[in-house]
């Protein structure tokens, strides 16, 4: 997909997304190859210039200072649940703390293959849990890009089931909200960071011992009545538009406030690129932080 509205400098992103754009995501064979490699590596700490901590006996990255910040963020990253939290998630982090007023906590949760969407709940429990008895951490914003931003929303549906506070508000970018990817018609060709054939394998090692359209994998087959307000970013050009358009539409149907921001001509999680429409995305995000 083209689109002349598209700045100058989307573009070359673009161009050097495509030009790199993993090789698993459009073979099976190399997806399952990826995922045993996986399996046979040992675990490695992080790697960051910035320095992690313990909440609660969890591994996190902090931005901002929690007894002056009028926010609290708890931002769940992406990365197809088999990549670690990286520098473009933490600089972002750092960028909303610095300018939205804000105590960001990013924490590092278990990854597939190795582990699955079931333990991944019970550590993001304890945290929020902390989180919410904590009187320093005010307005609780829980936030995420592309499989985080999904799992983001799976996990306020579940605090429904234990009788947990849902956040103040939901906020996602390119969120993975169906990860069966059950659609025939996804523009694979086109879309510069994604592919149906290696998600679809990836999001069946996450998924565990649970199937791939259960809500606590894929947001898009859950109960939305009573959750928090959400704000959705996503670009037109990217694979999960259509599931994006679709779950915004199911929040609005079950009473749910949703705005749903669009990208035109844009690519998978593009509000975190250094591109001109980000800061545009970024202008709608702080509406949110008044």
Sequence with gaps: MTNDKKSF??????????????????????SKELLDNRLKQEDKPVKSFFKSSKIDG???????????????????????????????????CL???????????????????????????????RLYKSLIEDENCNNL??????????????????????????PKEIITFSPWVDVSMPRNDYDNENDPILGEIGLREVGKSWAG??????????????????LAKNL??????EIFYQDVLKFH??????????RLVVGEGMFHIYPLFPVPEAWTAFKELKKEFK
């Excluded at 161009?15 to 064979?29: C, F, R």
């Excluded at 990255?61 to 088999?82: C, L, R």
Aim: net charge negative; aromatic share 12%; with cysteine.
């Design 209 to 226: 011992d649970l199937d791939t359209k259960d809500y606590r994998v894929s947001p898009i087959y859950g109960d939305n009545e009573g």
């Design 249 to 258: 539409n199911n929040l609005q149907e079950s009473g749910v406030e949703s």
């Design 141 to 166: 914003y829980l936030m995420g890009d592309s499989a985080g931003g999904g799992f983001a929303l799976s996990f306020c549906q579940y605090l429904k089931t234990i009788n947990l506070p849902q």
């Design 58 to 92: 969890v591994e996190v990255f902090t931005f901002g200072n929690k007894e002056k910040s009028k926010n609290t963020i708890v931002y769940i990253h992406g990365g197809a649940f088999i990549n670690e939290i990286n520098y473009q998630h933490q600089l972002y």
């Design 9 to 30: 400098i989307a573009k070359i992103a673009e161009s050097i997304l495509k030009s790199t754009k993993a090789d698993y995501m459009g073979s099976l064979e190399l």
């Design 95 to 125: 960028l909303m703390a610095k300018r939205l007023d804000a105590y960001v906590i990013a924490p590092v949760y278990p990854l597939a293959p190795k582990h699955s969407a079931i333990e991944t709940f019970d550590l993001i429990e």
């Design 232 to 237: 959705i970013f996503v670009g037109d050009a």
